[in-house]
């Protein structure tokens, strides 16, 4: 239904995607064993049961998958998740979507709860993953879950968990992309949460690339083959100041966060922690923890 808020439709097409791999020996060696490695690393997180929905253990193991694929992550130091020692509120995540790699990418660096759409729930290899980390699915072609699915997010928030979302309501093949949909930012508001905006840029030798996207008619399996035959591939995380909530409607907080995502507003880049956060109880939560002297919270 394109009048639904979710029903959102991209220009891009498999045209788009530009720097096929190369087709030698050597190089369907090297995927036959990044497939291996990226199963192998499937069955523990299988294994893990409940514990892939500890922090820690969802960021290990998302950092593990990129890894299996030659995918480097690049920035920083720190997560996304802005500490809220008062309120106890988690942060909202608003990014740009490009390819299925970006919620990976998104969980390497910061636990959280991802919200998607409900076909990644089918994806051959990462559906179960995201349905074991506890992925909130959603119908975006319809309106009649939408309000649940804002409640849902703003109780997640109040509680303070960290809750990731790709406001565009599709991929495109770079950023920027589209208009970002603002009925979760609703969720925001409503819990007086802080709102990361976060761009997603991806490069092959170090050049820009739209080789990881995943646009058009083209199949998930297709584009996963793609990704793993890829050299050079990385991925960078840029993290940018947070948007308070007070003073807006979803209207205007999603206005600014698309500014700052296509690049209105300067960003830190961020990967994955080197090390465990011992503070890290479950995803996205951050007991009293000081504020990043280089992320700051500003108002808008």
């Known amino acids: 239904m394109i009048g639904s808020p979710w029903a959102a439709l991209s220009p891009?097409?498999?045209?788009?995607?530009?720097?096929?791999?190369?087709?030698?020996?050597?190089?369907?060696?090297?995927?036959?064993?990044?497939?291996?490695?990226?199963?192998s690393?499937?069955?523990?997180?299988a294994a893990?049961?409940?514990?892939?929905?500890?922090?820690?253990?969802?960021r290990r193991r998302a950092r593990a998958l990129l890894a299996d694929l030659g995918v480097?992550?690049?920035?920083?130091?720190?997560?996304?998740?802005?500490?809220?020692?008062?309120?106890?509120?988690g942060t909202l995540v608003v990014a740009n979507h490009i390819s299925w790699l970006d919620a990976l990418a998104l969980l390497a660096v910061q636990p959280a709860t991802l919200l998607a759409k409900r076909e990644v729930a089918r994806w051959p290899l990462v559906g179960p993953l995201v349905r074991r980390a506890g992925t909130r699915f959603i119908d975006r072609t319809g309106l009649r879950g939408l309000p649940e699915t804002v409640r849902e997010l703003g109780a997640l928030l109040r509680s303070g968990e960290t809750v990731i979302v790709f406001p565009e309501g599709t991929t495109w093949?770079?950023?920027?992309?589209?208009?970002?949909?603002?009925?979760?930012?609703?969720?925001?508001?409503?819990?007086?949460?802080?709102?990361?905006?976060?761009?997603?840029?991806?490069?092959?030798?170090?050049?820009?690339?739209?080789?990881?996207a995943y646009v058009g008619e083209g199949t998930f399996t297709a584009s996963f083959r793609r990704v793993a035959a890829a050299r050079g591939l990385s991925v960078l995380v840029t993290a940018h100041p947070a948007?308070?909530?007070?003073?807006?409607?979803?209207?205007?907080?999603?206005?600014?966060?698309?500014?700052?995502?296509?690049g209105g507003r300067q960003g830190v880049a961020v990967p994955a922690p080197r090390r465990p956060s011992p503070t890290t109880?479950?995803?996205?939560?951050?007991?009293?923890?000081?504020?990043?002297?280089?992320?700051?919270?500003?108002?808008?």
């Not at 893990?48 to 969802?58: D, I, P």
């Open 12 to 39: 891009c097409t498999a045209a788009c995607v530009t720097g096929e791999p190369p087709r030698s020996r050597a190089a369907r060696a090297l995927t036959a064993r990044r497939y291996a490695a990226f199963v």
């Open 48 to 58: 893990a049961g409940g514990r892939l929905q500890e922090g820690e253990e969802l």
């Open 243 to 262: 948007l308070r909530p007070e003073g807006h409607d979803r209207r205007s907080l999603a206005a600014l966060a698309q500014e700052a995502v296509s």
């Open 281 to 300: 109880a479950r995803p996205g939560h951050h007991p009293a923890a000081g504020r990043p002297p280089h992320l700051p919270v500003r108002a808008p």
């Open 41 to 45: 690393t499937l069955a523990g997180a």
């Open 72 to 89: 480097s992550l690049l920035g920083g130091t720190d997560g996304l998740a802005v500490p809220e020692p008062v309120t106890g509120v």
């Open 173 to 212: 093949c770079s950023a920027p992309g589209g208009v970002f949909r603002r009925a979760t930012f609703q969720a925001a508001l409503d819990a007086g949460a802080p709102v990361r905006p976060v761009t997603l840029t991806y490069a092959s030798q170090g050049v820009p690339s739209t080789l990881p």
